[in-house]
């Protein structure tokens, strides 16, 4: 299963889309969770590799913003080095957030079938939860 969460500067979720089927991609399930409808002018959308999204972005006046990739070269420029270095260090936060929500039992193993009905309902509530816990940035 997968789900699309926006994460804020801050360490706060701002987006939280429903749980769609494993198989989805990433692109797709960014178009049928409506993302980009709470994009505005000026926006700035962290992604990682392969979250080609720049044309959807760019409709709502968003960049989207990804590490470089190496395309067959042997290794990044001084400047790609850099953005990628700060990248990751916005990023931390996401990871930082989706560990807090996997420590909550009922989405942290096996998930049983009979849950299926129920699952975008208990991601959102483990979001919020996660949301009241002590800020993540400071």
Known sequence: MQVLIGV?????????SDVYEGSISDRELVKQSNFAENLTLGDV???D???TIHDICAT???TLVIPPFLDRREK???EELLKT???AKSRI???RFIERMKKFKIISGIIPLTLTPLLSQIVFVTCCLVNFQEPLVK
């Open 45 to 47: 959308v962290l992604g």
């Open 49 to 51: 590799r392969g979250f």
């Open 76 to 78: 990044f420029t001084k």
């Open 93 to 95: 936060h996401v990871e």
């Open 60 to 62: 709502k006046g968003a």
């Open 85 to 87: 270095k700060l990248i």
């Open 8 to 16: 804020a500067p801050s360490g706060a979720c701002m987006f939280v």
